[in-house]
């Protein structure tokens, strides 16, 4: 009956600063009485720190554990997120392209417009049809205005963001707000328990730490996951095959250059290339497989993407070991971050994977050890199910594809390499489009049913509706429709450019409720 009060976190980063202000910021009516947040972090071994695309997720993330955005975009050099574009990845082609907005459809929760636009079409994608997002990111404009208070959307967003500056910005708020304990310490090991439970950690700097929850945001060294408990690691590479990755910053060439405000993702003869603008500057990398190409041949890639401007910039090359570990908690420890695993960075999983987990374990967090066990099996089947249904979303990329120019595209749609719970939807989506009933039913789905849509119908796919099955909803389809394309004249003729918003906000401030 041990009580649950002292959390200890061992990493910091992105991971290890988002969970402690997570679980800090609902828990802090209990410090008075003893409770405590502790994040242990090495002094010596540098953040990773190349993701810089998130989730819409974070906007609400950042409200609760009360950080002001406006401070947010000022410190941490960030821009405003639609979604991405995907270009050359149907066919190669130049004009192959297609948007995976962050809006919904017009009418998601009343219609499935999919169903409509597959029957009727009118020469529009599907994306401009149900959505003004794709036309706003071609516009380069914001999602919003300098009169719309912090947090909320005129069109749904996200953030793009300098990763090492958010980690820091993220743990000045932690222990200035938030009542965080910082300790600089490099961990030696792990003391345990006879029933495998933790008891310390023991730091060359700072002598043992004691806890009751362990948090292990040690990043790919899983220091307490991995090597002290021996969960096993579950690669994923048979399913996604990029297992490295080249990154780079490139100034712009003028300072007053548009900024993106989507992810850039465009298809290489063995991978992809990633372009996110930030106001001072781009983060671009080539993601690839270094089974299907050489180190050499990708670095050639990414240059000729780069043009004359990033002929001699560095590169810096990271490994990608694609997979999870087979448990997330076990005993009194939970694994979060590069810890618990990774996939490659295509729609920006890697975040709201950290905010999902944190948010977990901080609604439920245990009372005391009895209950621990039962919490933490709770805790591990919700996380394997949204680990294998963004490792089926991030498939559906590849094996939509119609390249047959290299090895990589064509072993890409080989059946051996395709979820089994893939194949049966992409079956069943022949002959209907995605919709709330094909398992998009748990509270906070990563990927929707709208997502499957956009990449579906982005990528040309193909679903035989039958006319009559429909016809009772075509008043309401229409009537849909019509006000989709109301929405998108009113705010491609209203929102501001995406560089005129940013600055506004650095100097000025957007309003708070």
């Given at each position: ?112 417009l999919a169903e409509h636009w597959l029957a009727e079409g009118n020469g529009q ?389």
């Amino acid at each position: 009956m041990q009580s649950v009060q002292n959390i200890v976190i061992v990493g910091g980063g992105t991971a290890g600063w988002l969970t402690a202000g997570i679980i800090a910021a609902r828990h802090k009516g209990r410090m008075p009485g003893g409770f405590t947040v502790t994040l242990v972090e090495s002094p010596t071994t540098p953040i990773i720190g190349v993701g810089e695309g998130t989730w819409p997720t974070l906007r609400s993330t950042l409200s609760k554990i009360g950080v002001s955005e406006s401070d947010f975009f000022r410190e941490c050099n960030a821009s405003f997120k639609q979604g991405a574009r995907f270009a050359r990845w149907t066919t190669g082609a130049p004009d192959d392209g297609y948007y995976h907005p962050l809006m919904l459809p017009q009418g998601f929760a009343r219609i499935n417009l999919a169903e409509h636009w597959l029957a009727e079409g009118n020469g529009q994608t599907f994306c401009d049809t149900v959505t003004p997002q794709g036309l706003l990111c071609d516009d380069g404009l914001a999602p919003k205005t300098i009169t719309t208070p912090e947090f909320e959307a005129v069109a749904n967003y996200a953030y793009h963001l300098d990763a090492g500056k958010f980690a820091g910005f993220l743990q000045r708020h932690c222990c200035e707000k938030l009542g965080v304990r910082h300790v600089l310490a490099d961990v030696q090991h792990a003391t345990q328990a006879e029933n495998g439970d933790i008891l310390s950690v023991v730091t060359e700097q700072a002598g043992e730490i004691p806890g009751d929850l362990f948090v292990d945001c040690t990043g790919f060294a899983a220091l307490l996951i991995g090597k002290t408990l021996g969960v096993p690691f579950k690669s994923c590479s048979d399913t996604l095959f990029c297992d490295t990755a080249l990154a780079v910053q490139i100034p712009y060439d003028d300072p007053e250059d548009p900024i993106a405000s989507h992810t850039i993702s465009t298809a290489q003869s063995a991978g992809w290339v990633w372009d996110i603008g930030l106001p001072t500057r781009r983060g671009v990398g080539h993601v690839y497989s270094s089974s299907h190409i050489s180190d050499e041949t990708a670095e050639r890639e990414l240059r000729a993407y780069l043009g004359p401007a990033g002929r001699d910039l560095p590169v810096r090359k990271l490994a990608i070991r694609a997979g999870h570990r087979e448990t997330f908690w076990k005993n009194n420890c939970v694994a979060i971050g590069l810890a618990a695993g990774f996939l490659e960075p295509l729609e920006a999983s890697a975040i709201v994977l950290i905010e999902m987990s944190a948010k977990l374990v901080a609604e439920q967090m245990p009372v005391n050890r009895a209950v621990m066990d039962i919490l933490a099996a709770r805790f591990n089947a919700t996380t394997h199910y949204r680990w294998g249904r963004i490792i089926d979303f991030l498939k559906l990329h590849y094996v939509l594809t119609k390249r047959t120019d290299s090895d990589f595209w064509r072993d890409n749609v080989r059946a051996a390499s395709i979820p089994d719970r893939l194949k049966d939807l992409l079956t069943l989506w022949k002959y209907q489009p995605p919709w709330f009933h094909d398992e998009f039913d748990r509270v906070e789905e990563v990927f929707p049913a709208a997502s499957y849509q956009y990449v579906l119908y982005g990528m040309g796919f193909k679903t035989d509706i039958a006319r009559d099955a429909i016809s009772g909803e075509t008043r309401l389809a229409q009537q849909t429709r019509r006000e989709a394309a109301v929405q998108t004249e009113r705010l491609r003729g209203g929102l501001p450019r995406h560089r005129d918003l940013i600055r506004k906000i650095v100097e000025h401030g957007l309003p708070t409720i």
